[in-house]
């Protein structure tokens, strides 16, 4: 993460010394006379030998991000998919249970059953959080 920050914050710098791009072409800077040596080109080249080579590493990071969050996203799909599987059965399994009327009243008696437990337990946590 600290490398992303860094290549953000060191893209102000990849157009340093240039004015700007004009109508498609490159406007020179103030400094950039005339009379360039041959050093000064040479010294330019190797500086956007520098930026391009700094690019190619910064799209080349952007493209195994993208490849990494390709592969994660293809397991959380493939995740879903089984999840939605699971629950397709167990309220296919509700249904049957539930077409017979004998079922449903024994559904009816435990789901009962489960509510008078849960009453009884919070009645007695009550009762004990009074006396203590």
Do not use: P
């Not at 020179?28 to 520098?50: I, V």
């Not at 190619?56 to 879903?80: A, C, F, P, Q, W």
């Not at 629950?87 to 539930?98: A, D, E, P, Q, Y």
């Amino acid at each position: 993460m600290n490398y992303r920050r860094e290549n953000r914050a060191s893209r102000t710098s990849l157009f340093d010394g240039l004015d700007g791009l004009e109508e498609g072409r490159l406007r020179a800077s103030s400094s950039y006379s005339h009379d360039t040596t041959e050093r000064d080109n040479d010294e330019a080249l190797e500086s956007l030998q520098d930026r391009v080579s700094f690019l190619k590493r910064v799209t080349g990071d952007i493209h195994e991000e993208v490849e990494s969050h390709n592969r994660m996203l293809d397991k959380v799909g493939n995740k879903m998919d089984s999840a939605r599987g699971i629950m397709s059965g167990t309220i296919n399994r509700f249904k049957l249970v539930f077409e017979k009327k004998s079922n449903r009243k024994t559904c009816k008696l435990i789901g009962y059953f489960v509510l008078l437990f849960l009453v009884m337990y919070y009645l007695i946590r009550l009762l004990n959080y009074i006396k203590g």
